[in-house]
């Protein structure tokens, strides 16, 4: 019986001047890592094998055919695994065996990726050894990409008795794989220093609590969320971040302050969890009264700058999304007791003045700069040994910054705090303090505006969409919008939180908006809520009318 041998075809090819040998191990780092980027349904991946072996990475694939090794094999004696497929120790090859972990974690030997690079021709070659359970005909293919003078190569091996005919998987390696790939090397992703994800936490521990966390919750909260936000965004970041606070805290259950806690989720996950700590929170929420009593929160307006605003017998202050408040979170865990800890995950940037902090740095994102200020503070002023890592949640926000010890004796604690204590005075200026948020929040949402600074807004955008051409498919930047509505009218709006965009979602019977444009909503059948109830606003005032008859429309002619 004659031994099956891989065969190669080029599915894609992609040119550009700026690539480089360093751009493209960099992007190729990059997929070999963090394979999640692309791939939705993994949560990460974990290197358990690095070989460096003779020979070509054709032997390699060539050797895999042959001896059908399961995966279980490449992990637990590498080296004899690799004498078994004839491959001595050398430097032509470097192979290394990752294990992908999925949101939905399976078993441990069961979702392996082989990786073969060949430094000296700029070659990396990717195999699923994944088992496929019941199923004797799957096509076993492999991939790689070749990177010759400005060119990358995408080609698929596939066995001389085999081919690969799914469209999807084809798709999916030519269309959404090698354009990103290609992509992260011109823009060479790999290049600068990132923050790990989950670098400070078992990724495999990970995966597999947050599942769990994620079946025992989020479906009963999804039926019972009170809140005017996104549920599916909401619940699933704070479960995530409950699952990696536990995972940090390991064996010990300390009891935790949430500042801050706003809709109170991730109190409640880690109390029930048994976890002792309470949400404190200058208002209550709709989802508050969801909870059972077990889930500690209190409404109380806390003023970080008085040196009483600590919690002495706290194992941990947490700052989650905590806005105004987190540049204080580091100091109420120093000012609460020695061996106090912090975990903070910044989002809107601002002082301890209250106020929006100013970058500093502008090579840096506001962003990106905040993080560096909080973090220089908290070991420089504040004296903390600090960890940073980045959070798998559903949000562009989710770098966190760690006070994990104190970096000074317990007997200097009084001189460290008062030397905080002047530091944070030294933000403020004579006449200004710390102004808490109010109790009750204020609506911004353009709905309290001004009936006819609206009618005429409306009808100004209307203006300028109606004298352009394209019809229903016409479609104009906010930013030429704005132009035509003057600044006057546009103070007016963006003290209402979003502003013209803002007033014109609020208006999606007549326009559309996306992608920073805006158009008119074409009427269809059946698409209203309430049937006969306003008047329909194309009849009465598009050139065309309504493309509707009456009978179709839902609104009155």
Not at 253 to 264: A, I, L, Q, R
Not at 279 to 298: C, E, F, H, I, N
Request: charged share 25%; proline share 5%.
């Amino acid at each position: 019986m004659t031994t099956p041998t891989w065969s190669w075809m080029t599915l894609k090819r992609l040119q550009s001047a700026e690539l480089t040998v360093e751009k493209f191990w960099s992007a190729t780092n990059v997929w070999n890592a963090k394979p999640h980027l692309l791939i939705k349904h993994l949560m990460g991946a974990e290197q358990l094998v690095s070989e460096s072996l003779a020979g070509e990475y054709t032997d390699v694939l060539a050797s895999v055919v042959t001896t059908d090794s399961p995966p279980s094999a490449w992990v637990e004696d590498p080296s004899k695994t690799f004498r078994g497929l004839g491959l001595g120790v050398g430097k032509d090859v470097q192979v290394e065996v990752w294990k992908l972990f999925t949101k939905k974690p399976v078993d441990w030997n069961d979702y392996l990726r082989l990786s073969i690079f060949d430094k000296q021709n700029n070659i990396v070659v990717f195999y699923d050894c994944t088992p496929k359970k019941n199923n004797d005909d799957v096509v076993k293919y492999a991939y790689g990409i070749y990177f010759e003078d400005d060119w990358l190569e995408l080609r698929l091996a596939t066995l001389s008795n085999q081919s690969l005919d799914d469209k999807k998987t084809l798709h999916w390696m030519t269309d959404v794989f090698f354009p990103k790939f290609f992509n992260w090397a011109i823009n060479d992703k790999g290049s600068k220093p990132a923050i790990t994800s989950l670098s400070h936490v078992c990724i495999q521990m990970y995966c597999s609590l947050y599942s769990q966390l994620k079946e025992k919750y989020a479906k009963s909260l999804m039926e019972v969320w009170t809140e005017v936000t996104d549920p599916k965004k909401y619940i699933h970041k704070d479960i995530a971040t409950a699952t990696y606070l536990i995972l940090l805290w390991g064996n010990t259950k300390p009891s935790f302050v949430d500042m801050g806690c706003g809709n109170g989720l991730l109190v409640h996950v880690l109390n029930s969890e048994g976890y002792s700590g309470v949400g404190l929170d200058v208002r209550s929420r709709k989802m508050w009264a969801q909870y059972p009593q077990s889930t500690v929160l209190k409404v109380t307006s806390v003023d970080p700058s008085s040196s009483d605003c600590k919690f002495p017998h706290a194992d941990w202050i947490i700052g989650n999304h905590s806005d105004e408040l987190s540049p204080w979170v580091p100091v109420i865990a120093s000012r609460s007791n020695y061996n106090c800890k912090f975990f903070l995950l910044p989002c809107c940037p601002f002082e301890f003045n209250g106020s929006r902090y100013q970058r500093m740095d502008s090579s840096l994102s506001q962003y990106h700069d905040y993080l560096k200020y909080l973090e220089k503070t908290s070991i420089n002023v504040f004296k903390f040994n600090v960890k940073t890592d980045r959070l798998r949640i559903p949000s562009t926000k989710r770098t966190c910054i760690i006070g994990w010890s104190k970096n000074y004796l317990p007997q200097e604690t009084d001189q460290v705090v008062r030397d905080i204590e002047k530091f944070a005075s030294s933000k403020f200026n004579e006449n200004v303090l710390f102004v808490p948020r109010p109790p009750e929040e204020r609506v911004r949402n353009c709905t309290k505006l001004d009936k006819d600074l609206v009618s005429s807004v409306v009808d100004s955008v209307a203006d300028v969409l109606i004298k352009s051409s394209g019809g229903w498919k016409c479609r104009v930047t906010l930013g030429e919008l704005a132009k035509q509505i003057g600044e006057e009218r546009l103070k007016k709006l963006k003290k209402e939180c979003g502003g013209l965009q803002t007033l014109l979602r609020n208006h999606r019977y007549i326009f559309v908006v996306e992608k920073g444009t805006v158009g008119f909503r074409k009427p269809a059948k059946d698409c209203g809520k309430v049937w006969k109830k306003h008047k329909c606003w194309f009849y009465h005032n598009y050139p065309e009318k309504c493309p509707l008859n009456e009978d179709e429309c839902c609104n009155i002619h």
